[in-house]
């Protein structure tokens, strides 16, 4: 067994050669150098109206209006659009045709971006939820980037962290999001798109994790789906804003 995989590795590395994504360095997804280029967020912001706001915390004023769906805080690693590192980072980590391992290894760097400013507002009573993707392209892609991210994030702390991969699925195969120009197409988009597995502790923050956000509707519909079923608070983690 042990040839058979050293030979599917080397098969491996003569397809999908190691070298940074960037610069083209041999032996890393993604060299330090490059990683400097990247400007991690100091200010956070509400991302409903953009205001400055400490920790990424929402504007109460927007919880009149779909106050199930509004998240309580939002806290984004990057910009998307001012980070090209970034940017060909995260294509590569959804949409590069690379192995699983290579992805494996890439949102083991990024994951690093998040454990940053996980720390910022960390609780020990976080449970940490990775978006859902749908059973279709998680099997074209091989594996949930989100996932991924979560699961390399956890392992920078001493200490255990909770992570709940089942609580909410994906039950709707949706069109890109990335088609869809307005917020309200987003949202009608996700209509029904997830569906809730297993019980809330009331007394949790419950953390959703993904790569990048828009307008935040994903991450909005699955907060409404918590909130629905006794969430008190639900906050979102992720790379970079578009």
Known sequence: MK???????????????????????A???????????IKPNIHQ?????????????????HFSDEASRQLDRLLVAAHYSANPVLKKAIHALKYGSKPEDTAE?????????????????????????????HEKRLKSRG???AEVL???MVKTFD?????????LSRIKHTSSQVSSSTRKARLENLKDAFAFN????PNAVYILIDDVVTTGSTLEECCKILRQHGAKQVWGLVLARN
């Not at 912001?45 to 004023?61: H, Q, W």
């Not at 297993?198 to 502790?201: A, K, P, Q, T, Y």
Request: glycine share 4%; with cysteine.
């Open 159 to 167: 200490h255990p962290l909770s992570i709940d991969h089942q609580l």
């Open 3 to 25: 040839w058979i995989k050293a030979t599917k590795n080397f098969l491996l590395d003569l397809l999908f050669p190691r070298q940074c994504i960037t610069c083209k360095k």
């Open 45 to 61: 912001v509400c991302y409903i109206c953009r205001r400055p706001s400490e920790k990424g915390k929402t504007c109460r004023s």
């Open 150 to 152: 979560v699961q390399h």
């Open 198 to 201: 297993g019980i809330v502790d």
């Open 27 to 37: 032996d890393t997804w993604l060299c330090k150098a490059c990683c400097n280029y």
């Open 105 to 133: 290894k890439l949102g083991r760097i990024l994951s690093q971006m998040l454990a940053l400013h996980l720390s910022l507002f960390h609780s020990a009573a976080c449970v940490f939820i990775p978006v859902p993707l």
């Open 143 to 145: 594996y949930n980037q």
